[in-house]
């Protein structure tokens, strides 16, 4: 069980840090204003929109852990990506792509997160 935690928490890492790069091409693209990693319970990031808006970011690797995290912070929950990733590591050519890959959906769960409360 120890070995399946720390397994567990390598993805969870890569996972945040794929969600990283996402919102770092956001930034260099302009979508967003910038963001912060942060490490609180119930949120990974706080990202700086367009007109002085903010918005708490979760990243899960799972649906499962996407819906434990709703139940658990009901509707105040920071919005969740879920970043597919099995994998604790992961080359930073392969990190990249999915990081580009994911800034897609990153920008859309940001977006319907912040303009539809």
Known sequence: MKNGGR??????RMSELIVFLALKLLKDEK??????KVNE???DFIVNLHGERKQSL??????????????HYGKTA?????VHNFRGNMPDRERQKFAIRMK????YTLMRAAYHH
């Open 78 to 82: 920071a919005p969740v990506v879920v």
């Open 104 to 107: 897609n959906v990153v920008l």
């Open 58 to 71: 979760e990243v899960k690797s799972s649906y499962g852990g996407k819906m434990r995290h709703e139940l």
């Open 41 to 43: 319970p119930g949120r």
């Open 31 to 36: 979508e967003i204003l910038g963001f912060v």
């Open 7 to 12: 397994r567990s928490e390598k993805i969870g």
